[in-house]
């Protein structure tokens, strides 16, 4: 479960480090929050993994909005629930986008 946490994490950081790359600040308008999605199991057989994955991301995007954001823009998370299912995964990474 640890090892599931900390890949979730990662994953999280490298998107935001590579979006924020990508973009363009302007000084007129308030910046846009960087969104990002994740496909947990919420409820099902396994939602005993998918609840402390889903509180590691919410409680990592907290610190990283309280600390300014990244590049001044802050983090915005979707979590969808797959139940254990292929098909409603599917639907949720669409979802997700």
Do not use: F
């Amino acid at each position: 479960m640890r090892r599931t946490v900390v890949g979730v994490l990662l994953i999280i950081v490298l998107s935001v480090i590579w979006l924020g790359g990508c973009a363009a600040e302007t000084d007129t308008e308030a910046p846009e929050a960087y969104r990002i999605g994740a496909v947990l199991s919420l409820s099902g057989p396994q939602a005993g993994l998918g609840e402390p994955e889903h509180r590691a991301i919410e409680l990592e995007v907290e610190r990283i909005n309280d600390a300014g954001g990244v590049h001044v823009r802050p983090i915005e998370t979707l979590c969808e629930d797959d139940a254990i299912d292929e098909a409603k995964a599917v639907t949720a990474a669409g979802e997700a986008r």
